[in-house]
């Protein structure tokens, strides 16, 4: 209790002055060390070098701050669903932490007007922004604590800006729901890798063609292969559930496959049948 009226106290001559202002209408609360939350929003494109010869950036506190929030969103999804089970959780946990959301959230409490970056024309897809708010998160960690850095998980994200009963509802993962779909009918499924390049801060990208009986069913663009297939196989699965026409378009493919293959295994078998020599032989 003494040591955080003390902190209070140093903290007093700073309030009113930037950049304690900018980060206290981000955190709702003012921060301690101020150096932490300064590296937490300083990209790898604008790093500094210290005089001991090391260069800093955000990216140590993003790798403490990606545990921190995995732990306290865990923490919050386990309370907040008391009888739901592991899968569920697990699955609630990975639509709340991935990076899409994140850098949502980053937006919409503005770190992207703070953060220091020499990188031209950014873009939310780079993710550049998720990341940031993780390494904010890290300095929270490091500057107050756990409790903290909870209480801004929950209040300033959650509760402000992320309806969570609406992320319940939500399917993240769209392959595995496209590949059930195509293990239960028995039709194959492809993700094809058609083509990446680097965009103009020269970041990797990777589009992604979902393939349904050589059809082109979905197809996505993302800053990962990963993220392009997600968006290939929404796509996709989403024209299966709407399209009458399209849906009813593969199932006549695959009944002309299974029509085919079974033609073919006929005559492979009359063949062999007709090709067996004949046994002249006769009984002594």
């Given at each position: ?91 609630m946990r990975s639509k709340i932490v991935q990076r899409e959301t994140l850098n949502k959230l980053a937006l919409e409490i503005g770190i992207d007007k703070l953060i220091k ?91 992604t063609a979902v393939i349904i009986l050589g059809e082109q069913a979905g197809i996505g663009t993302g800053y990962s292969k990963k993220e392009s297939q997600q968006k290939a ?52």
């Amino acid at each position: 209790m003494l040591k955080k009226i003390y902190r209070g106290i140093r903290l007093l001559p700073k309030r009113g002055k930037e950049p304690y202002v900018s980060f206290s209408k981000i955190l709702g609360f003012y921060p301690y060390n101020i150096t932490l939350y300064d590296q937490a929003l300083l990209h790898k494109s604008s790093s500094i070098k210290l005089k001991d010869g090391r260069w800093i950036n955000n990216e140590r506190l993003e790798f403490l701050g990606d545990a921190i929030l995995d732990a306290i969103v865990a923490d919050i999804v386990f309370k907040e669903f008391e009888y739901k089970k592991e899968g569920f959780l697990t699955n609630m946990r990975s639509k709340i932490v991935q990076r899409e959301t994140l850098n949502k959230l980053a937006l919409e409490i503005g770190i992207d007007k703070l953060i220091k970056t020499s990188t031209r024309n950014m873009t939310p897809n780079t993710h550049m922004y998720g990341n940031a708010l993780e390494a904010l998160i890290g300095a929270i960690y490091l500057d107050q604590g756990y409790r903290a850095a909870k209480r801004f998980v929950l209040e300033r994200l959650i509760r402000e800006h992320l309806n969570i009963e609406t992320v319940a509802e939500q399917e993240a993962n769209y392959k595995s729901r496209l590949i059930e779909w195509s293990q239960k009918q028995k039709i194959s499924v492809s993700f094809d890798l058609v083509d990446s390049f680097v965009d103009d801060n020269n970041t990797p990208i990777f589009k992604t063609a979902v393939i349904i009986l050589g059809e082109q069913a979905g197809i996505g663009t993302g800053y990962s292969k990963k993220e392009s297939q997600q968006k290939a196989a929404k796509e996709a699965f989403n024209k299966l559930q709407r399209n009458t026409n399209f849906r009813n378009h593969i199932f006549e493919l695959h009944e002309e496959q299974q029509k085919l293959q079974s033609e073919t295994y006929l005559t492979s078998e009359e063949e062999e049948s007709s090709s067996e020599p004949e046994n002249d032989s006769k009984e002594l």
